[in-house]
Protein backbone atom coordinates (compact mmCIF):
# COMPACT_ATOMS: atom_id res chain seq x y z
CA UNK A 1 0.00 0.00 0.00
CA UNK A 2 1.72 3.46 -1.07
CA UNK A 3 -1.06 5.67 -0.90
CA UNK A 4 -0.76 7.03 2.88
CA UNK A 5 -4.76 7.89 2.94
CA UNK A 6 -5.00 4.33 4.46
CA UNK A 7 -2.52 5.57 7.16
CA UNK A 8 -4.00 8.21 8.67
CA UNK A 9 -6.31 7.14 11.42
CA UNK A 10 -3.77 7.53 14.07
CA UNK A 11 -0.21 8.21 14.82
CA UNK A 12 0.83 4.68 14.79
CA UNK A 13 -0.23 3.78 11.98
CA UNK A 14 1.41 6.51 9.74
CA UNK A 15 4.42 5.89 11.30
CA UNK A 16 4.05 2.23 10.12
CA UNK A 17 3.80 3.64 7.06
CA UNK A 18 7.02 6.29 7.08
CA UNK A 19 9.22 3.10 8.33
CA UNK A 20 8.11 1.07 5.56
CA UNK A 21 8.59 3.90 3.12
CA UNK A 22 12.11 4.39 4.24
CA UNK A 23 12.68 0.24 4.18
CA UNK A 24 11.75 0.49 0.82
CA UNK A 25 13.98 3.52 -0.35
CA UNK A 26 16.61 1.88 1.57
CA UNK A 27 16.16 -1.51 -0.01
CA UNK A 28 16.07 -0.22 -3.61
CA UNK A 29 19.37 2.01 -2.86
CA UNK A 30 21.22 -0.86 -2.40
CA UNK A 31 20.37 -3.21 -4.35
CA UNK A 32 18.50 -5.38 -1.95
CA UNK A 33 15.25 -7.41 -1.16
CA UNK A 34 13.24 -6.54 1.76
CA UNK A 35 10.48 -7.52 3.10
CA UNK A 36 7.85 -6.02 5.20
CA UNK A 37 5.99 -7.93 7.92
CA UNK A 38 2.93 -6.33 8.98
CA UNK A 39 2.17 -7.44 12.37
CA UNK A 40 -1.29 -7.92 13.43
CA UNK A 41 -2.61 -7.77 17.06
CA UNK A 42 0.07 -10.17 19.51
CA UNK A 43 -1.54 -11.42 22.60
CA UNK A 44 -0.55 -13.06 25.60
CA UNK A 45 1.64 -15.64 25.25
CA UNK A 46 2.19 -19.31 26.66
CA UNK A 47 1.91 -18.17 30.15
CA UNK A 48 -0.62 -15.45 29.13
CA UNK A 49 1.45 -12.33 29.72
CA UNK A 50 0.22 -9.48 28.28
CA UNK A 51 1.22 -5.63 28.28
CA UNK A 52 -1.32 -3.95 30.55
CA UNK A 53 -0.51 -0.95 28.82
CA UNK A 54 -1.78 -1.96 25.61
CA UNK A 55 -5.36 -1.05 23.80
CA UNK A 56 -7.29 -4.54 24.87
CA UNK A 57 -6.21 -5.27 27.97
CA UNK A 58 -7.13 -1.92 29.01
CA UNK A 59 -10.67 -2.77 27.47
CA UNK A 60 -10.71 -5.64 29.13
CA UNK A 61 -10.26 -4.06 32.69
CA UNK A 62 -12.43 -1.25 31.53
CA UNK A 63 -15.17 -4.26 32.64
CA UNK A 64 -14.10 -3.77 36.51
CA UNK A 65 -15.49 0.13 36.65
CA UNK A 66 -17.78 0.06 33.96
CA UNK A 67 -19.32 -2.68 34.75
CA UNK A 68 -20.00 -4.12 31.06
CA UNK A 69 -17.57 -4.78 27.84
CA UNK A 70 -18.50 -4.26 24.70
CA UNK A 71 -19.44 -6.56 22.20
CA UNK A 72 -21.11 -7.27 18.58
CA UNK A 73 -19.79 -7.71 15.03
CA UNK A 74 -16.32 -8.58 13.81
CA UNK A 75 -13.91 -11.03 14.31
CA UNK A 76 -10.66 -10.96 16.29
CA UNK A 77 -7.45 -12.62 14.58
CA UNK A 78 -5.11 -12.36 17.65
CA UNK A 79 -1.60 -14.10 17.64
CA UNK A 80 -0.09 -15.93 20.70
CA UNK A 81 3.36 -14.31 20.80
CA UNK A 82 5.08 -17.14 20.76
CA UNK A 83 3.59 -18.10 17.64
CA UNK A 84 4.33 -15.00 16.15
CA UNK A 85 7.82 -15.40 16.51
CA UNK A 86 8.37 -18.66 14.77
CA UNK A 87 5.78 -17.68 11.62
CA UNK A 88 8.32 -15.17 11.53
CA UNK A 89 11.49 -17.14 11.66
CA UNK A 90 9.01 -19.18 8.68
CA UNK A 91 9.13 -16.02 6.29
CA UNK A 92 12.82 -15.26 6.01
CA UNK A 93 13.77 -15.67 2.97
CA UNK A 94 10.58 -15.45 1.13
CA UNK A 95 9.51 -13.74 -2.20
CA UNK A 96 6.75 -11.83 -1.24
CA UNK A 97 7.30 -8.58 -0.55
CA UNK A 98 4.50 -7.82 2.08
CA UNK A 99 2.94 -9.99 4.69
CA UNK A 100 0.48 -9.81 7.02
CA UNK A 101 0.81 -11.65 10.40
CA UNK A 102 -2.47 -12.80 11.75
CA UNK A 103 -4.39 -15.78 13.57
CA UNK A 104 -5.70 -17.47 9.88
CA UNK A 105 -8.39 -18.79 11.25
CA UNK A 106 -10.03 -15.58 13.39
CA UNK A 107 -12.91 -15.75 15.87
CA UNK A 108 -16.11 -14.15 16.76
CA UNK A 109 -14.98 -10.78 18.82
CA UNK A 110 -18.23 -11.58 20.57
CA UNK A 111 -17.19 -14.73 21.52
CA UNK A 112 -13.73 -13.58 23.05
CA UNK A 113 -15.75 -10.72 24.97
CA UNK A 114 -18.25 -13.38 26.05
CA UNK A 115 -15.69 -15.61 28.00
CA UNK A 116 -14.08 -12.55 29.52
CA UNK A 117 -17.29 -11.21 30.59
CA UNK A 118 -18.56 -14.32 32.00
CA UNK A 119 -15.16 -14.71 34.05
CA UNK A 120 -15.01 -10.79 35.56
CA UNK A 121 -18.88 -11.46 35.76
CA UNK A 122 -19.93 -8.43 33.83
CA UNK A 123 -22.76 -7.69 31.06
CA UNK A 124 -21.90 -7.21 27.39
CA UNK A 125 -23.47 -3.98 26.05
CA UNK A 126 -22.83 -2.86 22.25
CA UNK A 127 -19.83 -0.93 21.15
CA UNK A 128 -21.46 2.40 21.26
CA UNK A 129 -22.82 1.89 24.41
CA UNK A 130 -19.62 0.78 26.19
CA UNK A 131 -17.95 4.17 24.66
CA UNK A 132 -21.02 6.27 26.00
CA UNK A 133 -19.94 5.01 29.93
CA UNK A 134 -16.21 5.67 29.42
CA UNK A 135 -16.73 8.72 27.77
CA UNK A 136 -18.91 9.60 31.11
CA UNK A 137 -16.11 8.13 33.67
CA UNK A 138 -13.70 10.05 31.47
CA UNK A 139 -15.34 13.60 31.83
CA UNK A 140 -16.32 12.98 35.44
CA UNK A 141 -12.16 11.62 36.16
CA UNK A 142 -10.99 14.88 37.85
CA UNK A 143 -13.78 15.63 39.58
CA UNK A 144 -11.95 15.40 42.89
CA UNK A 145 -8.84 13.83 44.67
CA UNK A 146 -10.19 9.94 44.28
CA UNK A 147 -11.53 10.17 41.20
CA UNK A 148 -7.93 11.59 39.58
CA UNK A 149 -5.99 8.83 41.33
CA UNK A 150 -8.33 6.20 40.02
CA UNK A 151 -7.88 7.63 36.71
CA UNK A 152 -3.95 6.81 36.74
CA UNK A 153 -5.09 3.22 37.17
CA UNK A 154 -8.03 2.77 34.98
CA UNK A 155 -6.00 2.13 31.67
CA UNK A 156 -8.56 2.49 28.82
CA UNK A 157 -9.57 5.92 30.04
CA UNK A 158 -6.66 7.39 28.91
CA UNK A 159 -6.96 5.94 25.28
CA UNK A 160 -10.60 7.44 24.63
CA UNK A 161 -9.20 9.24 21.17
CA UNK A 162 -7.70 5.84 20.26
CA UNK A 163 -11.40 3.94 21.12
CA UNK A 164 -13.20 6.42 18.72
CA UNK A 165 -12.18 4.72 15.61
CA UNK A 166 -14.51 2.06 16.77
CA UNK A 167 -17.65 4.38 16.29
CA UNK A 168 -16.22 5.21 13.12
CA UNK A 169 -15.69 2.41 10.89
CA UNK A 170 -17.48 -0.34 9.72
CA UNK A 171 -17.20 -3.28 12.38
CA UNK A 172 -18.86 -6.22 10.58
CA UNK A 173 -16.57 -8.00 9.77
CA UNK A 174 -13.74 -6.09 10.52
CA UNK A 175 -10.63 -7.02 13.12
CA UNK A 176 -11.36 -5.98 16.67
CA UNK A 177 -14.68 -3.90 16.23
CA UNK A 178 -12.69 -1.20 13.47
CA UNK A 179 -9.49 -0.77 15.88
CA UNK A 180 -7.65 -2.76 13.88
CA UNK A 181 -7.21 -2.77 10.00
CA UNK A 182 -8.82 -5.80 7.82
CA UNK A 183 -5.76 -7.86 6.47
CA UNK A 184 -6.05 -10.41 3.91
CA UNK A 185 -3.48 -13.13 5.32
CA UNK A 186 -3.20 -15.41 2.44
CA UNK A 187 0.84 -14.44 1.63
CA UNK A 188 1.93 -15.26 5.01
CA UNK A 189 -0.19 -18.27 5.25
CA UNK A 190 1.92 -19.66 2.27
CA UNK A 191 5.08 -18.41 3.63
CA UNK A 192 4.73 -20.12 7.32
CA UNK A 193 4.19 -23.41 8.04
CA UNK A 194 3.69 -22.54 11.93
CA UNK A 195 0.19 -20.68 10.47
CA UNK A 196 -0.69 -24.04 8.18
CA UNK A 197 -0.53 -25.64 11.22
CA UNK A 198 -3.95 -25.94 13.21
CA UNK A 199 -2.70 -28.33 15.77
CA UNK A 200 -0.05 -25.88 16.78
CA UNK A 201 -2.13 -23.07 16.35
CA UNK A 202 -5.38 -23.75 17.41
CA UNK A 203 -8.26 -21.08 17.84
CA UNK A 204 -8.24 -18.53 19.97
CA UNK A 205 -10.50 -20.41 23.26
CA UNK A 206 -11.04 -20.56 26.56
CA UNK A 207 -7.78 -21.63 27.78
CA UNK A 208 -5.83 -18.17 25.93
CA UNK A 209 -8.44 -16.27 27.36
CA UNK A 210 -8.31 -17.46 31.34
CA UNK A 211 -4.16 -17.45 30.87
CA UNK A 212 -4.74 -13.55 29.67
CA UNK A 213 -7.08 -13.24 32.89
CA UNK A 214 -4.55 -15.04 35.55
CA UNK A 215 -1.80 -12.51 33.98
CA UNK A 216 -3.64 -9.40 34.60
CA UNK A 217 -4.60 -10.95 38.12
CA UNK A 218 -1.16 -11.56 38.92
CA UNK A 219 0.15 -8.08 38.00
CA UNK A 220 -2.58 -6.39 39.88
CA UNK A 221 -3.94 -5.12 36.49
CA UNK A 222 -7.64 -6.89 37.73
Not at 48 to 68: E, M
Request: glycine share 8%; aromatic share 8%.
Amino acid sequence: IIDAKVFVQTGYMESKWVAERLFDAAAEKLGMRANVIRVGLISGGMNGAWDVSHWLPAIVQSGTFLGCLPTGPGLAAWLPAHIAAAAIIDMQGTPRHTLHLIHPRPVEWSTIMGQIASILQVSLVPYVEWFARLDHASRHADDDKKSKRQKERRAALKLIEFYKLGLKNDARNAESMGLMPSVVADEALKASKTLQDEQLLPLIGQEDVRRWIDYWRGVDFL
